[in-house]
């Protein structure tokens, strides 16, 4: 058959069209997100359709891994709707309240599980957390090259990678060699849309579910007990500001608008 | 891989990790050494040391010296340059398991970001990711603030039993610290010993930077904003003409930037974007999303203008007008001319939809 084994790390997400319901309850400083619904992160439907693109071009095989409750596997079923070959769920309460690095180390358990591989693709952020750490330090844990801030990615037949990243006001063009992982910015490809038929086909896609003694890792390790990060207070940020309402039409209100730039030394 | 000493803060030192664009030294980099120089000073005063990896960068290594680090270690060596997470990281884990700083402190620039989760996973410690701020409590405990979110929840995140504290800090939280005519120890490290026995797989190819055009967010006086509300890149000019005349600079919103209205990236201000710190911002359709208005907090004086007056950006700024700013902007320009004293000349126009 040829072709790579690509691995898209994805990661069901509370939906970022509803932050601004997300409240902290005062009692127990915990964070309150009834109510909304999981998505799939959005940076990682740039990092699958990569996957896709390359297996068109490459053939090979696709397999989704992801990190989440078991409650969340419909958003795999969405993500399997847009292509890829099966997914695996990572699921156990031993990997609750991991932080990046913990979270690190049961993804790159995932990916050892359905190795070998060629390649692990990521989203370079999760929309709710958005440490850009997670592909980095998959790729430290396989011990692997890694790249995040990947906007062009180019993969010859013989494993060779040419890749573009983001840096301020400016790329870098970086080589290497598969195995790889790497996290992708928004602007490296537009994902498809996904079809009825590709619907139809998730449907028949295997979703296997991964617990902490099948991925052999060692709870002390993972979740809240093996991360390094703990959290403490939680707050929402406070930006109100006095208000005023700026009386009068365009001409008026502009007077004014005048007033406080003289009066701040800015006219020049 | 090499081995964290589990042991909290042997010498309690506080590093901070500098990054050079283009032969200067980052502007985060300072800032990052400004706030750990203050953290050092509060704590009774701590050994502040900074590293610097790159090909020829001794001079930049006294420039750190003079800003006021107590000790630079320098990995000066063409491996260094341009950077590599791979070669980088490699350096950086060996120089901090050999030296044991209590605390590090990255920039969380495109490298940095990436630089810094390398470093931690080498180490197994604890990472704070794009902080926003930071401050050192009882016993060397380091606090670091992240948003979350989209910038709607704040968390104070800890790392209580590992070291060292590792935190990327966001550019534009804090300020630079002085220069001064001080000297402070310059530590030449081997290079080719640091990296004895590690696997170098990336090739960093080429580096391409372009200077952006028009005046630069950091250091404005005066910054013209706009958002989703635009509506398109003919009336974006509008903000551009009024940026000219006030001799500020334009930001803009991640969805005015996602439309392609906006000249790129570097314009955008907010929780994945930059942080500003102008005189006056002058905000123009945009709606109030937390993502943006962290990056604008600490601006002096907020005026927002948008035709709905229940707009959410209204309750976090100073000046409320409720007005279209295809005819707010150009009757503001004419009143900045005439205040000026200049000839008034006819700011453009753009057709108001209704």
């Excluded at chain 2, 707009?311 to 007005?323: G, I, L, M, R, T």
Aim: aromatic share 4%.
């Amino acid at each position: 058959m040829g072709g790579f084994h690509i691995v898209v790390l994805v990661k069901p997400v509370p939906d970022p069209a509803c932050y601004d319901r997300v409240e902290i309850d005062p009692a127990t400083g915990v964070l309150a997100r009834q109510g909304m619904p999981s998505v799939l992160n959005p940076s990682d439907r740039h990092a699958l359709e990569e996957a896709l693109a390359l297996q068109e071009r490459h053939g090979g095989r696709v397999t989704l891994v992801s990190m989440t409750p078991e409650s969340s596997a419909e958003t795999l079923r969405e993500a399997l709707a847009m292509g890829g070959d099966e997914a695996v769920v990572l699921s156990d309460r031993a990997f609750a309240g991991s932080d990046s690095l913990a979270t690190a180390r049961v993804l790159a358990a995932g990916v050892a599980k359905v190795s070998p591989f060629d390649l692990v693709l990521a989203g370079n952020e999760s929309a709710d957390g958005g440490t850009v750490h997670v592909p980095s330090q998959v790729g430290e844990l396989l011990g692997v090259a890694h790249l995040a801030n990947v906007i062009r990615l180019e993969v010859d037949a013989d494993g060779g990678v040419r890749t573009r990243t983001r840096i301020e006001n400016g790329y870098m063009e970086v080589e290497g060699a598969l195995p790889m992982v790497l996290g992708v910015r928004r602007e490296i490809n537009t994902p498809r849309y996904t079809s009825l038929m590709g619907v139809l086909a998730s449907l028949e896609k295997p979703i296997r579910v991964l617990g902490a003694e099948e991925l052999g890792v060692d709870r002390a390790r993972v979740g809240m007990e093996g991360s390094n990060m703990r959290p403490g207070k939680m707050s929402r940020p406070s930006f109100r500001r006095k208000g005023e309402r700026v009386k009068g039409g365009p001409e008026e209100a502009a007077a004014r608008i005048v007033g406080i730039l003289r009066a701040e030394g800015v006219l020049g | 891989m090499t081995g964290a000493s589990s042991t909290p803060g042997r010498k309690g030192a506080i590093w901070i990790v500098a990054e050079q664009i283009g032969g200067k030294l980052a502007a985060v980099s300072l800032e990052i050494l400004g706030q750990a120089l203050g953290m050092a000073r509060e704590a009774g005063g701590r050994e502040v040391a900074a590293v610097l990896l790159g090909k020829d960068a001794g001079g930049l290594a006294d420039e750190l010296a003079s800003f006021g680090a107590d000790k630079v270690f320098l990995a000066d060596d063409p491996r260094m340059e341009p950077y590599r997470n791979d070669a980088h990281g490699a350096v950086l884990a060996r120089l901090v398991a050999r030296e044991g700083p209590e605390i590090v402190l990255f920039g969380a620039s495109a490298c940095g970001e990436e630089l810094a989760p390398t470093v931690a996973a080498r180490l197994d410690t604890g990472l704070g990711a794009h902080c926003t701020n930071l401050d050192m409590e009882g016993g060397g405990l380091l606090m670091m603030g992240v948003l979350g979110f989209g910038g709607r929840v704040h968390t104070e995140m800890f790392c209580p039993a590992r070291r060292p504290q590792m935190a990327s800090v966001k550019p534009g939280m804090f300020q630079p610290p002085p220069r001064t005519d001080r000297r402070g120890t310059v530590v030449r490290e081997d290079v080719a010993a640091l990296l004895e026995g590690e696997k170098i797989r990336l090739r960093a190819v080429k580096v391409v930077r372009e200077a952006p055009e028009g005046v630069p967010l950091e250091g404005a006086d005066v910054v013209v904003a706009g958002g989703f509300g635009i509506g398109g890149k003919e009336p974006w000019a509008l903000l551009e003409e009024l940026a000219r005349e006030l001799s500020g600079a334009v930001g803009c919103t991640r969805p005015a930037l996602d439309e392609g209205w906006t000249s790129g990236e570097h314009t955008m201000i907010g929780t994945s974007g930059k942080t500003v710190r102008p005189k006056v911002y002058l905000g123009f359709g945009i709606s109030g999303s937390p993502h943006h208005t962290v990056g604008i907090k600490d601006a002096g004086v907020i005026v927002s203008v948008n035709s709905d007056a229940r707009a959410p950006v209204f309750e976090s700024s100073d000046y409320c007008v409720v007005s279209d700013f295809r005819k707010f902007v150009p009757a503001l320009i004419r009143e900045i001319r005439k205040a000026k004293g200049g000839s008034p000349g006819e700011p453009s126009t753009v057709p108001v939809s209704k």
